[in-house]
Structure formats: structure tokens, C-alpha cells
């Protein structure tokens, strides 16, 4: 078993996703402060080691699909580089590394590893049977994030606001529906569905998904920024002009999604696209100015 192929089980470009742990405290205004700093960042390790079991579990169960398939047959649990049984000691291996570095937090140990918990458990159901139902499939995505910041709020201490609350869910919930949009396309192309689900998905009930969690998610931003306790914790009323970045990052994924026809991979978006690359840069540095100077 070498080490390239346990990184390619883990899966370590996806850990991205996980820097959601962070915006309790970005938010919260608590990112140059160390203790707090430290203890997002073993939140973050720990949500990357315990998303890693699942992969591992998703690997093993999909084992002879991807056998089967011209790209997937050569990860390396269906190559047989690792070993079922292998992939078995990794994901449970990760997961007793992922609470063990809960238990260096300073506080929130307790409500923090229950939610790492959760979390492992429901992808757990979700390998097992629950993607296989479509709406719930794309919920329990979404539903991932929200734990995840829920962590990042236990693990430092910062009361999350129930606007970053619903926005995380609509956003990734947005994703997601993009996500299967790019299956449905595959299915009307190949004829074949890639998910045992994707049948019960068409475009028309796709894009009309998409563009309500899209509104929904942009109305829910604009009441965040006009919230009176969001400018009396920010100390401006001029949050409201970052929506226009918020609105230019969904109108480029839209025409990623219906244009492009390349949403299958938020995570490939976020990292190869110069666009959205940007747009969130903009974003993120207004916050920044707003919050820390």
C-alpha cells in the first residue's frame, strides 16, 4: 500500500469544502485571535480526517461499479492497489484520528465531536442506501456543511446567526442541484444514469430547483446584510454593496451550470475557474476590510 494511493482514497483536494469550519470565526471576528485560530484549525483537520473515512466507505461499497467503469477502475481500492480490508483500517483509522484531535480543543469538546459524530454517521446512511432516494440525497449534502459550521461554532465559541445558518444550507443545496444537473446530462447524452437516483431527476425540475435555492439563497444574503444585529455586530450599514458580489458568483455558476454544462464538480470549478476564483477573492477581501481594519 503506498502513500500516493492512500492520499488518492483520501481524497485531500476535497478538503476544501471543509473550510467552511472557518466562517464561525471569520465571522465572529476571531481570526487573528490564536486560540480560536488553533482550535478552527483542528476542527478542520478533524471534519478532512472524518470526510476521508467516508470516502474510503464510498470507495468500498461503489468497489465493483467502478471495476466496471473506464475512469473509476483505477482508483485504488477497485485496482486492488489497497485492499478492502486495508480501506477498512484507514477509514477507521481516521476516524479514531479525527476525535482524538477534537479532544486538544480547549472547549466545545463535548457538542464539537457530537456533531463530527453525526456527521459520519448520516454519510454513513448515505452511503449505505440514502443517496440512492433523489431530493434527500441532495439535502443530506447540503446538511454536511451546515454540521460543518456548526463544529467550527462549538469549537471556538462563536454563536453562528441563523442567516449563515440558512445560507450555508441554500448554497450548498444550490451546488448540489447543479451537481445532478451535470448527471442529468450525462443520462439524456449516454442513456445510461451514473446514479442509481438520477432517473428521477429531469433539467426541467433541475433548473427549476436551481434557480429557487439561487433566489432564495440571495434573498436570505440581503437580509443578512441589512439585519439590525448584523450592523450593529459589524459596526456599518454598508454590507448590503457585497451583494453585488454575491450576485455576480451565482450568475458566473449558472452560466457555468446551463452554458458551460460543466457543474458536476464544484470543487474543480472553485479551483480551475479564473471567474469565480476572482469574484470570491473580491468578496472575502471585502469582508476582511469590513471585520479586521
Avoid at 16 to 24: A, G, Q
Avoid at 30 to 49: D, I, P, Q, R, W
Avoid at 62 to 82: M, Y
Avoid at 214 to 227: E, N, Q
Amino acid at each position: 500500500m503506498k502513500i500516493r494511493h492512500i492520499i488518492k482514497v483520501a481524497r485531500p483536494t476535497h478538503w476544501i469544502k471543509n473550510l467552511f469550519v472557518f466562517l464561525p470565526v471569520f465571522f465572529g471576528g476571531g481570526l487573528l485571535n490564536t486560540s480560536e485560530a488553533v482550535s478552527a484549525a483542528l476542527t478542520f483537520l478533524s471534519f478532512s480526517l472524518a470526510a476521508s473515512a467516508i470516502y474510503c466507505l464510498n470507495d468500498i461499497i461503489d468497489v465493483n461499479a467502478d471495476r466496471a467503469h473506464p475512469v473509476k477502475c483505477k482508483r485504488p481500492i477497485a485496482s486492488g492497489a489497497i485492499t478492502i480490508p486495508q480501506a477498512y483500517g484507514m477509514m477507521a483509522l481516521s476516524m479514531l484520528v479525527s476525535i482524538v484531535l477534537m479532544l486538544l480543543l480547549p472547549a466545545g469538546q463535548t457538542k464539537t465531536i457530537f456533531v463530527i459524530v453525526a456527521y459520519f454517521l448520516i454519510n454513513v446512511a448515505y452511503c449505505l442506501r440514502l443517496k440512492d432516494y433523489a431530493i434527500i440525497d441532495v439535502c443530506i449534502i447540503a446538511s454536511g456543511f451546515v454540521l460543518r459550521i456548526l463544529a467550527g461554532g462549538y469549537a471556538t465559541g462563536v454563536q453562528l446567526s441563523k442567516w449563515i445558518v440558512l445560507m450555508t444550507f441554500l448554497l450548498t443545496l444550490f451546488l448540489a442541484f447543479a451537481k445532478r444537473r451535470d448527471d442529468v446530462l450525462r443520462m439524456n447524452t449516454t442513456g445510461q444514469a451514473p446514479r442509481a437516483n438520477t432517473s428521477r431527476y429531469n433539467l426541467t425540475f433541475i433548473n427549476q430547483a436551481i434557480t429557487i435555492t439561487a433566489g432564495v439563497m440571495l434573498v436570505c444574503y440581503v437580509m443578512y446584510t441589512v439585519s439590525p444585529e448584523i450592523i450593529a455586530q459589524f459596526a456599518t450599514d454598508k454590507l448590503y454593496l457585497t451583494s453585488i458580489l454575491v450576485i455576480l458568483a451565482i450568475l458566473r455558476y449558472l452560466q457555468i451550470s446551463f452554458v458551460d454544462e460543466k457543474s458536476g464538480d464544484p470543487v474543480k470549478v472553485a479551483l480551475s475557474d479564473r471567474a469565480t476564483q476572482l469574484i470570491l477573492l473580491a468578496w472575502l477581501l471585502s469582508f476582511l476590510v469590513i471585520i479586521y481594519l
